[in-house]
């Protein structure tokens, strides 16, 4: 048996324990690695961000324009090229169907094809005059960040069975959060993981040096444990760009088929372990959802409760069953004919009683000759007293003490059991009369063995026949008084049925998925007979070939629309707009009102600052966006002037508020506010606390970051930890002494205090004064730190900003338009913003400079307002802007195009829009806390009324456990005990 074929059975195996455990998923996988075991297809697979350049890149190394590339999304599904002996491409739809197109101009196919993720799953591309070398495949995946989750399933699923994985980065989009988790979780399993930072031409030595970015780049991915085979830096652009490596990854590709054979085995390996610890999360990830969806019904503790849960089932079962018509009649007339028939009334003893007696009641019996008659009698009495006597015992301890019980246990499997009918069955009279069950003994002359076991069974009749006449009148009279509660308990039993069905579904549900799971790893090392045969099946299916239809490549020509979309004008409705004098006052009035009252200190203190602002004619503009999209360098392209720092790396680690002059702050100075000590503490501990080390004050911190800073990490979170705590142990001799205070310093520092996290991890807030267009309209701009950093914080304070917001400017980069960190940020915006105030936002892609041509940078402006207008936003206004060049504009008296109509359409909505929108959204904040204690007072009217009738109820219970248990609870219990007692001593 050869290893591939060993390998194919073993990937079977998988493949059908995926099956039978539903995991389609995986299953699907499964056969992806099967054909690349059967084709010994060595894959060396492209990853990374949408636009980061991935297509180029196999573009570049093919020698040929096959695949499409774009500044937005392209490839929205798995594209493979290889050489081969004609062109062709293979089309691989979603339904497991295939076409080959051959001919002149199948490329055109395949950029069109390449675009298809909805009903394309697969690309594979043969071309005859490919560079690459025989036997390798090169793969280009969707974008991990793209805002498709068809296209990000697209790549995760297909990049465990790549040989050797290239995971390329846009330049200025290096140091995002994804790249190091997407990369540490590809090294998990596959360690011939290289790094490409592509685009390296947009590198400015005037912002750092290509080595300190270099330098940052390693250290950033060291931090995280991401240790590559290799990282370069790329341009496809420029060629000659004397850092570029593109010819470093060309020797790569051409020399991996050296070790192609050794890297398959190890990787097919790796591939296996994926899929089965992929698996095992799917099977956890069902156990979670089922907790999370019954979490309303099931509580934490019943999860451990099958049995319970499983008992009270059936008991409201049995009850609703017994309340039901005649059944309670019915089902102890059948428990109680089950107790008499087990009794056991007529053992050896019993039956040589039984012999003695008969034998004494015959008519030839004597006893002696001298005074015969009285010796008789007397012998006669003595043997019908023996009788007596032992079965009157054995109908007691067989008979007697489980009628009693099997009574109550009915009632209570009814519901209706009550104190004073338990009292009512210990106090009835179940003693056996021993005459009754003599008299239906009628004795013959003759008395054998065989006629002592018929009178043995007429003695067990007879006895049958008294407790059956005891207790046919209860029957008859609890059997009334159910089917009369019946009514009365059917409804609310029905519901409490359905509730315990549900709870013990879920449960049911639960073991399933948990027995699965101790399953997967027995069946793995010794797969049962029905997994041997699905495997065998499954490898039958794999072997066979496939049926492709070939047909010659003819390029669509599609047809323009003869009727155009009539795009009507979008009339923005009246809006009342109210008193800006009176919206103050009132809002002022209702803060006032409400700030006392527990719960309403935050709203109180939200209308107080809004109000303030608007009398005082201030208003914040703020900028959000990811990190690295340009928002830094846009502000200095509103301002007029380079205020702010610009760097490739995450820079903004502080809100810095660009602020309006006055008397007291002059131009071109900052106000940098230190956070307390208080606040220090608490965020300097979170951080210690994340890696498990306490820390009772700001030097116990920093005596003990060294320890910090070697603690192993199993969570990639946590890396954000260890990067704060690096930043306050530089920090911390400089800064600690000064916290609390505000540091009033010139630009140059101010500078420092932004971009330096040993700086600016000390810091809450910075205020910078100056003079420009923009300040003189009142306007205070807030650049926040980037949506997707690499530093927690950064996102958190971002967000304290949105709801104070008056205006927002919302920034996302050409090559990145609209990625998923967007889409995320713009979510959590519109958890605070109405859907007016997002329709007043602009939103601004950055580096428009970058298109190829106007019709590019189009596409990619539609591309966004495309994107917008899924999340609501009906008229998002997009303007396409270059931050250098209009920075470079203003700088040189020559203003640029773009920027202009951009500031004159930004300035006339200040001016005429921004007052008028701020008025209103206090005046509702001020309607919304109105309404807010209008219903609280409501609650609170209602509770006292509920309070009155509540106290009443508890009184009433409290009467009636008090008579239970003064009462009739003691003589119940005593009772029970001596019944114990006595079924003890007569074992």
Not at 146 to 160: K, N, P
Not at 415 to 441: C, Y
Request: proline share 3%; glycine share 4%; aromatic share 8%.
């Amino acid at each position: 048996m050869s290893t591939n074929h060993e390998y194919l059975q073993q990937s079977a195996t998988y493949g059908q324990i995926f099956s039978n455990n539903e995991d389609d998923e995986r299953k699907a996988k499964t056969t992806l690695l099967a054909n690349k075991i059967i084709d010994k297809e060595y894959t060396i697979a492209f990853a990374g961000h949408f636009s980061a350049g991935k297509s180029s890149t196999i573009n570049a190394l093919t020698g040929d324009d096959l695949l499409p590339s774009s500044p937005i999304p392209t490839s929205a599904n798995i594209v493979k090229v290889h050489k081969a002996d004609e062109d062709y491409a293979i089309i691989h739809r979603v339904d497991g169907s295939a076409v080959k197109f051959s001919g002149h101009g199948f490329s055109e196919g395949v950029k069109a094809y390449s675009k298809d993720g909805a009903e394309v799953s697969l690309v594979e591309i043969g071309h005859t005059e490919s560079n690459l070398p025989e036997g390798i495949t090169v793969m280009d995946t969707p974008g991990v960040d793209s805002t498709d989750d068809a296209h990000r399933l697209s790549t995760e699923s297909s990049l465990h069975l790549a040989d050797l994985v290239f995971y390329t980065m846009d330049y200025n989009h290096v140091q995002s959060e994804m790249n190091f988790r997407f990369t540490k979780e590809l090294m998990r399993y596959n360690s011939n993981v290289y790094l490409i930072i592509n685009q390296i031409d947009k590198h400015r030595d005037s912002e750092l040096s290509f080595d300190e970015f270099k330098k940052s780049v390693e250290d950033s991915f060291k931090l995280w444990g991401v240790e590559p085979k290799g990282i370069f830096y790329t341009s496809l652009k420029q060629l000659d760009h004397p850092h570029n490596d593109f010819e470093k990854v060309k020797a790569i590709v051409d020399g991996s088929i050296e070790h192609r054979e050794e890297n398959f085995e190890q990787n097919i390996e790796q591939s296996l372990l994926k899929l089965k610890d992929e698996h095992m999360k799917y099977l956890q990830q069902q156990v979670d959802d089922l907790k999370e969806n019954h979490s309303e019904i099931l509580s934490e503790s019943e999860w451990d409760q099958f049995e319970e849960l499983n008992q009270d089932l059936k008991d409201a079962k049995k009850r609703l069953e017994l309340v039901s018509g005649d059944e309670f009649y019915v089902n102890f007339e059948k428990e109680r004919n089950e107790l008499l028939s087990n009794a056991g009334l007529a053992p050896f003893e019993t039956r040589e009683l039984l012999k003695d007696h008969l034998e004494a009641k015959s008519p030839k019996f004597k006893v002696g000759l001298l005074f015969g008659a009285k010796k008789t009698a007397e012998e006669r009495e003595k043997r019908r007293q023996k009788l007596n006597d032992n079965i009157s015992g054995l109908a007691h301890t067989q008979i007697e003490i489980y009628m009693k019980s099997l009574m109550k246990s009915s009632l209570k499997q009814a519901g209706i059991l009550t104190d004073e009918r338990s009292l009512k069955i210990d106090n009835m009279d179940l003693t056996l009369p021993f005459d009754e069950v003599d008299e239906q003994l009628h004795v013959q002359e003759v008395i054998t063995g065989e006629t002592i076991l018929n009178y043995a069974e007429q003695m067990k009749r007879a006895i049958h026949l008294v407790y059956k006449r005891k207790t046919d009148k209860w029957k008859q009279d609890m059997s009334v008084i159910a089917k009369k509660s019946g009514g009365e308990q059917s409804g609310p039993l029905v519901e409490t049925i359905a509730v315990l069905q549900e709870k013990v579904d879920a449960l049911k549900e639960m073991n399933k998925w948990q027995e699965r799971m101790e399953w997967v790893d027995k069946e793995i090392a010794n797969p049962s007979a029905p997994t041997r045969m699905g495997r065998d099946q499954l490898v039958r299916e794999w072997e066979q070939p496939k049926k492709i239809e070939t047909i010659d490549y003819v390029a669509k020509v599609e047809e323009q629309e003869t009727t155009t979309e009539e795009v009507e004008e979008v009339v923005e409705e009246e809006r009342q707009i109210v008193d800006s004098e009176k919206a103050i006052v009132h809002a002022q009035h209702i803060a006032e009102s409400v700030e006392a009252i527990p719960g309403f200190a935050e709203t109180a203190s939200y209308l107080m600052t809004k109000a303030d602002r608007l009398k005082g004619q201030e208003f914040t503009v703020a900028l959000f966006g990811a990190f690295s999209a340009g928002k830094s360098s846009f502000s200095n392209a509103l301002i007029g002037e380079k205020v702010l720092p610009v760097s490739p790396n995450p820079t903004t680690a502080a809100i810095n508020r660009i602020r309006p002059v006055s008397e007291t702050h002059v131009h071109n100075t900052a106000d940098i506010h230190l956070k307390d000590v208080a606040t220090m503490t608490e965020d300097v501990a979170l951080s210690f606390g994340a890696l498990g080390i306490d820390i009772s004050s700001l030097e116990d911190a920093f005596n003990k970051t060294d320890a910090a800073m070697k603690q192993p990490l199993e969570d990639e979170n946590l890396h954000i930890h260890k990067s704060f705590i690096s930043a306050f142990q530089r920090g911390y001799p400089l800064y600690t002494p000064a916290l609390g205070t505000t540091l009033t310093v010139e630009r140059e520092e101010f500078t420092k205090f932004v971009a330096q996290e040993e700086r600016s991890c000390f810091v809450d807030s910075i205020d910078f004064f100056y003079d420009c267009p923009l300040t003189r309209h009142g306007i205070t701009l807030v650049d926040t730190p980037g949506a997707d950093s690499i530093n927690a914080r950064h996102t958190d304070v971002a967000f304290e900003y949105i709801r104070n917001a008056d205006a927002i400017l919302f920034v996302t980069y050409y090559n990145h338009a609209f990625a998923r960190a967007d889409r995320e940020f713009l979510i959590q915006l519109g958890r605070v913003k109405d859907a007016f105030e997002l329709d007043k936002m602009f939103f601004i892609v950055n580096a428009i400079d970058l298109a190829s041509n106007e019709e590019e940078g189009e596409e990619v402006k539609g591309f966004v307002a495309g994107e917008l207008q899924k999340f609501g936003i009906r008229n998002p206004r997009v303007h396409g802007i270059s931050s250098l060049e209009a920075l470079e504009g203003k700088l040189t008296q020559q203003p640029n195009p773009l920027m202009v109509d951009f500031e004159e359409k930004f300035y006339s909505f200040l001016e005429h829009d921004l007052r008028a929108q701020v008025v209103q959204a206090l005046e509702e904040e001020t309607t919304k806390t109105i309404d807010r204690l209008a219903s609280l007072i409501d609650r609170t009217i209602q509770n006292r009324s509920r309070k009155a009738e509540r106290l009443e109820e508890l009184a009433t219970a409290e009467k009636a456990i008090k008579e239970r248990f003064e009462k009739s609870a003691s003589e119940i219990l005593v009772k029970s005990t001596q019944d114990e007692l006595s079924e003890l001593h007569s074992r």
